[in-house]
């Protein structure tokens, strides 16, 4: 069966610095990853996605993650965080090719950068 | 383009009423989802559909009916509401069923049932 794990609840980070929000995953064959942010009151919206090619994908606002399969493993980095970054921030895979589109998300990881 | 549309915004029911949650999207999108989604438990899909006419259930089926008549709408009906189906409704659609494709999220549903 499909799932994904955001170990941390919370990330705190300050203003500048660097971030990473982890994310692993099980699922059979070839995963398809995504990342979203929620900001309060809001619904999601799509970050950046690896479907095949180059480990490292970049997305939106200066996101970007690395795929690694050995680790199974799909964490989100930004160089420099901004304040505006705070925000929920949820993994999900789907399946291979084929698959009805079933989008498998993680618990949420809320983002805090401090000035 | 408006995107997806969730109405209403805000829904207080009593147990044992029903109501539609209505969802529309003007992308031409092929597959469109509902979730809903409880603190520390991501989101989770009740019912989806792969085009107009065909609609399956997801994680959290009970107690949701769907329909898709049109490409367009995806309205989510609460039969009986029950205090457990307290939650955020998200409607989503994608270009297509393939994996490949990012789904868009409407801006939610806030149901309170008491």
């Known amino acids: 069966a499909q799932s994904v794990a955001q170990p941390e609840d919370q990330v705190n980070v300050a203003e500048g610095n660097p971030l990473t929000v982890k994310c692993t995953y099980s699922v059979s064959g070839n995963p398809y990853l995504f990342w979203y942010v929620q900001y309060p009151n809001r619904g999601l919206q799509f970050l950046l996605k690896y479907i095949t090619g180059d480990n490292l994908v970049k997305g939106s606002y200066g996101f970007e993650a690395e795929f690694n399969k050995s680790q199974t493993s799909f964490h989100l980095k930004k160089p420099s965080a901004l304040v505006s970054d705070s925000a929920l921030y949820f993994c999900a895979v789907r399946g291979g090719s084929g698959n009805t589109g079933k989008l498998i998300f993680g618990q949420g990881t809320t983002l805090q950068v401090k000035p | 383009n408006a995107g997806v549309t969730q109405t209403p915004k805000f829904q207080v029911l009593k147990t044992g009423q029903s109501m539609t949650l209505q969802c529309a999207q003007d992308m031409n999108h092929e597959y469109m989802s509902w979730y809903r989604q409880d603190p520390g438990m991501g989101l989770r899909l009740i019912h989806y559909?792969?085009?107009?006419?065909?609609?399956d259930q997801g994680e959290v089926p009970n107690g949701y009916n769907v329909s898709r008549s049109t490409t367009e709408d995806f309205p989510l009906r609460l039969l009986s509401a029950a205090p457990s189906q307290t939650s955020v409704y998200f409607c989503?659609?994608?270009?297509?069923?393939?994996?490949?494709?990012?789904?868009?999220f409407g801006p939610g549903t806030r149901l309170t049932v008491t």
């Open positions: 559909s792969v085009g107009a006419g065909i609609t």
């Open positions: 989503a659609s994608s270009y297509s069923r393939e994996s490949g494709y990012e789904q868009y």
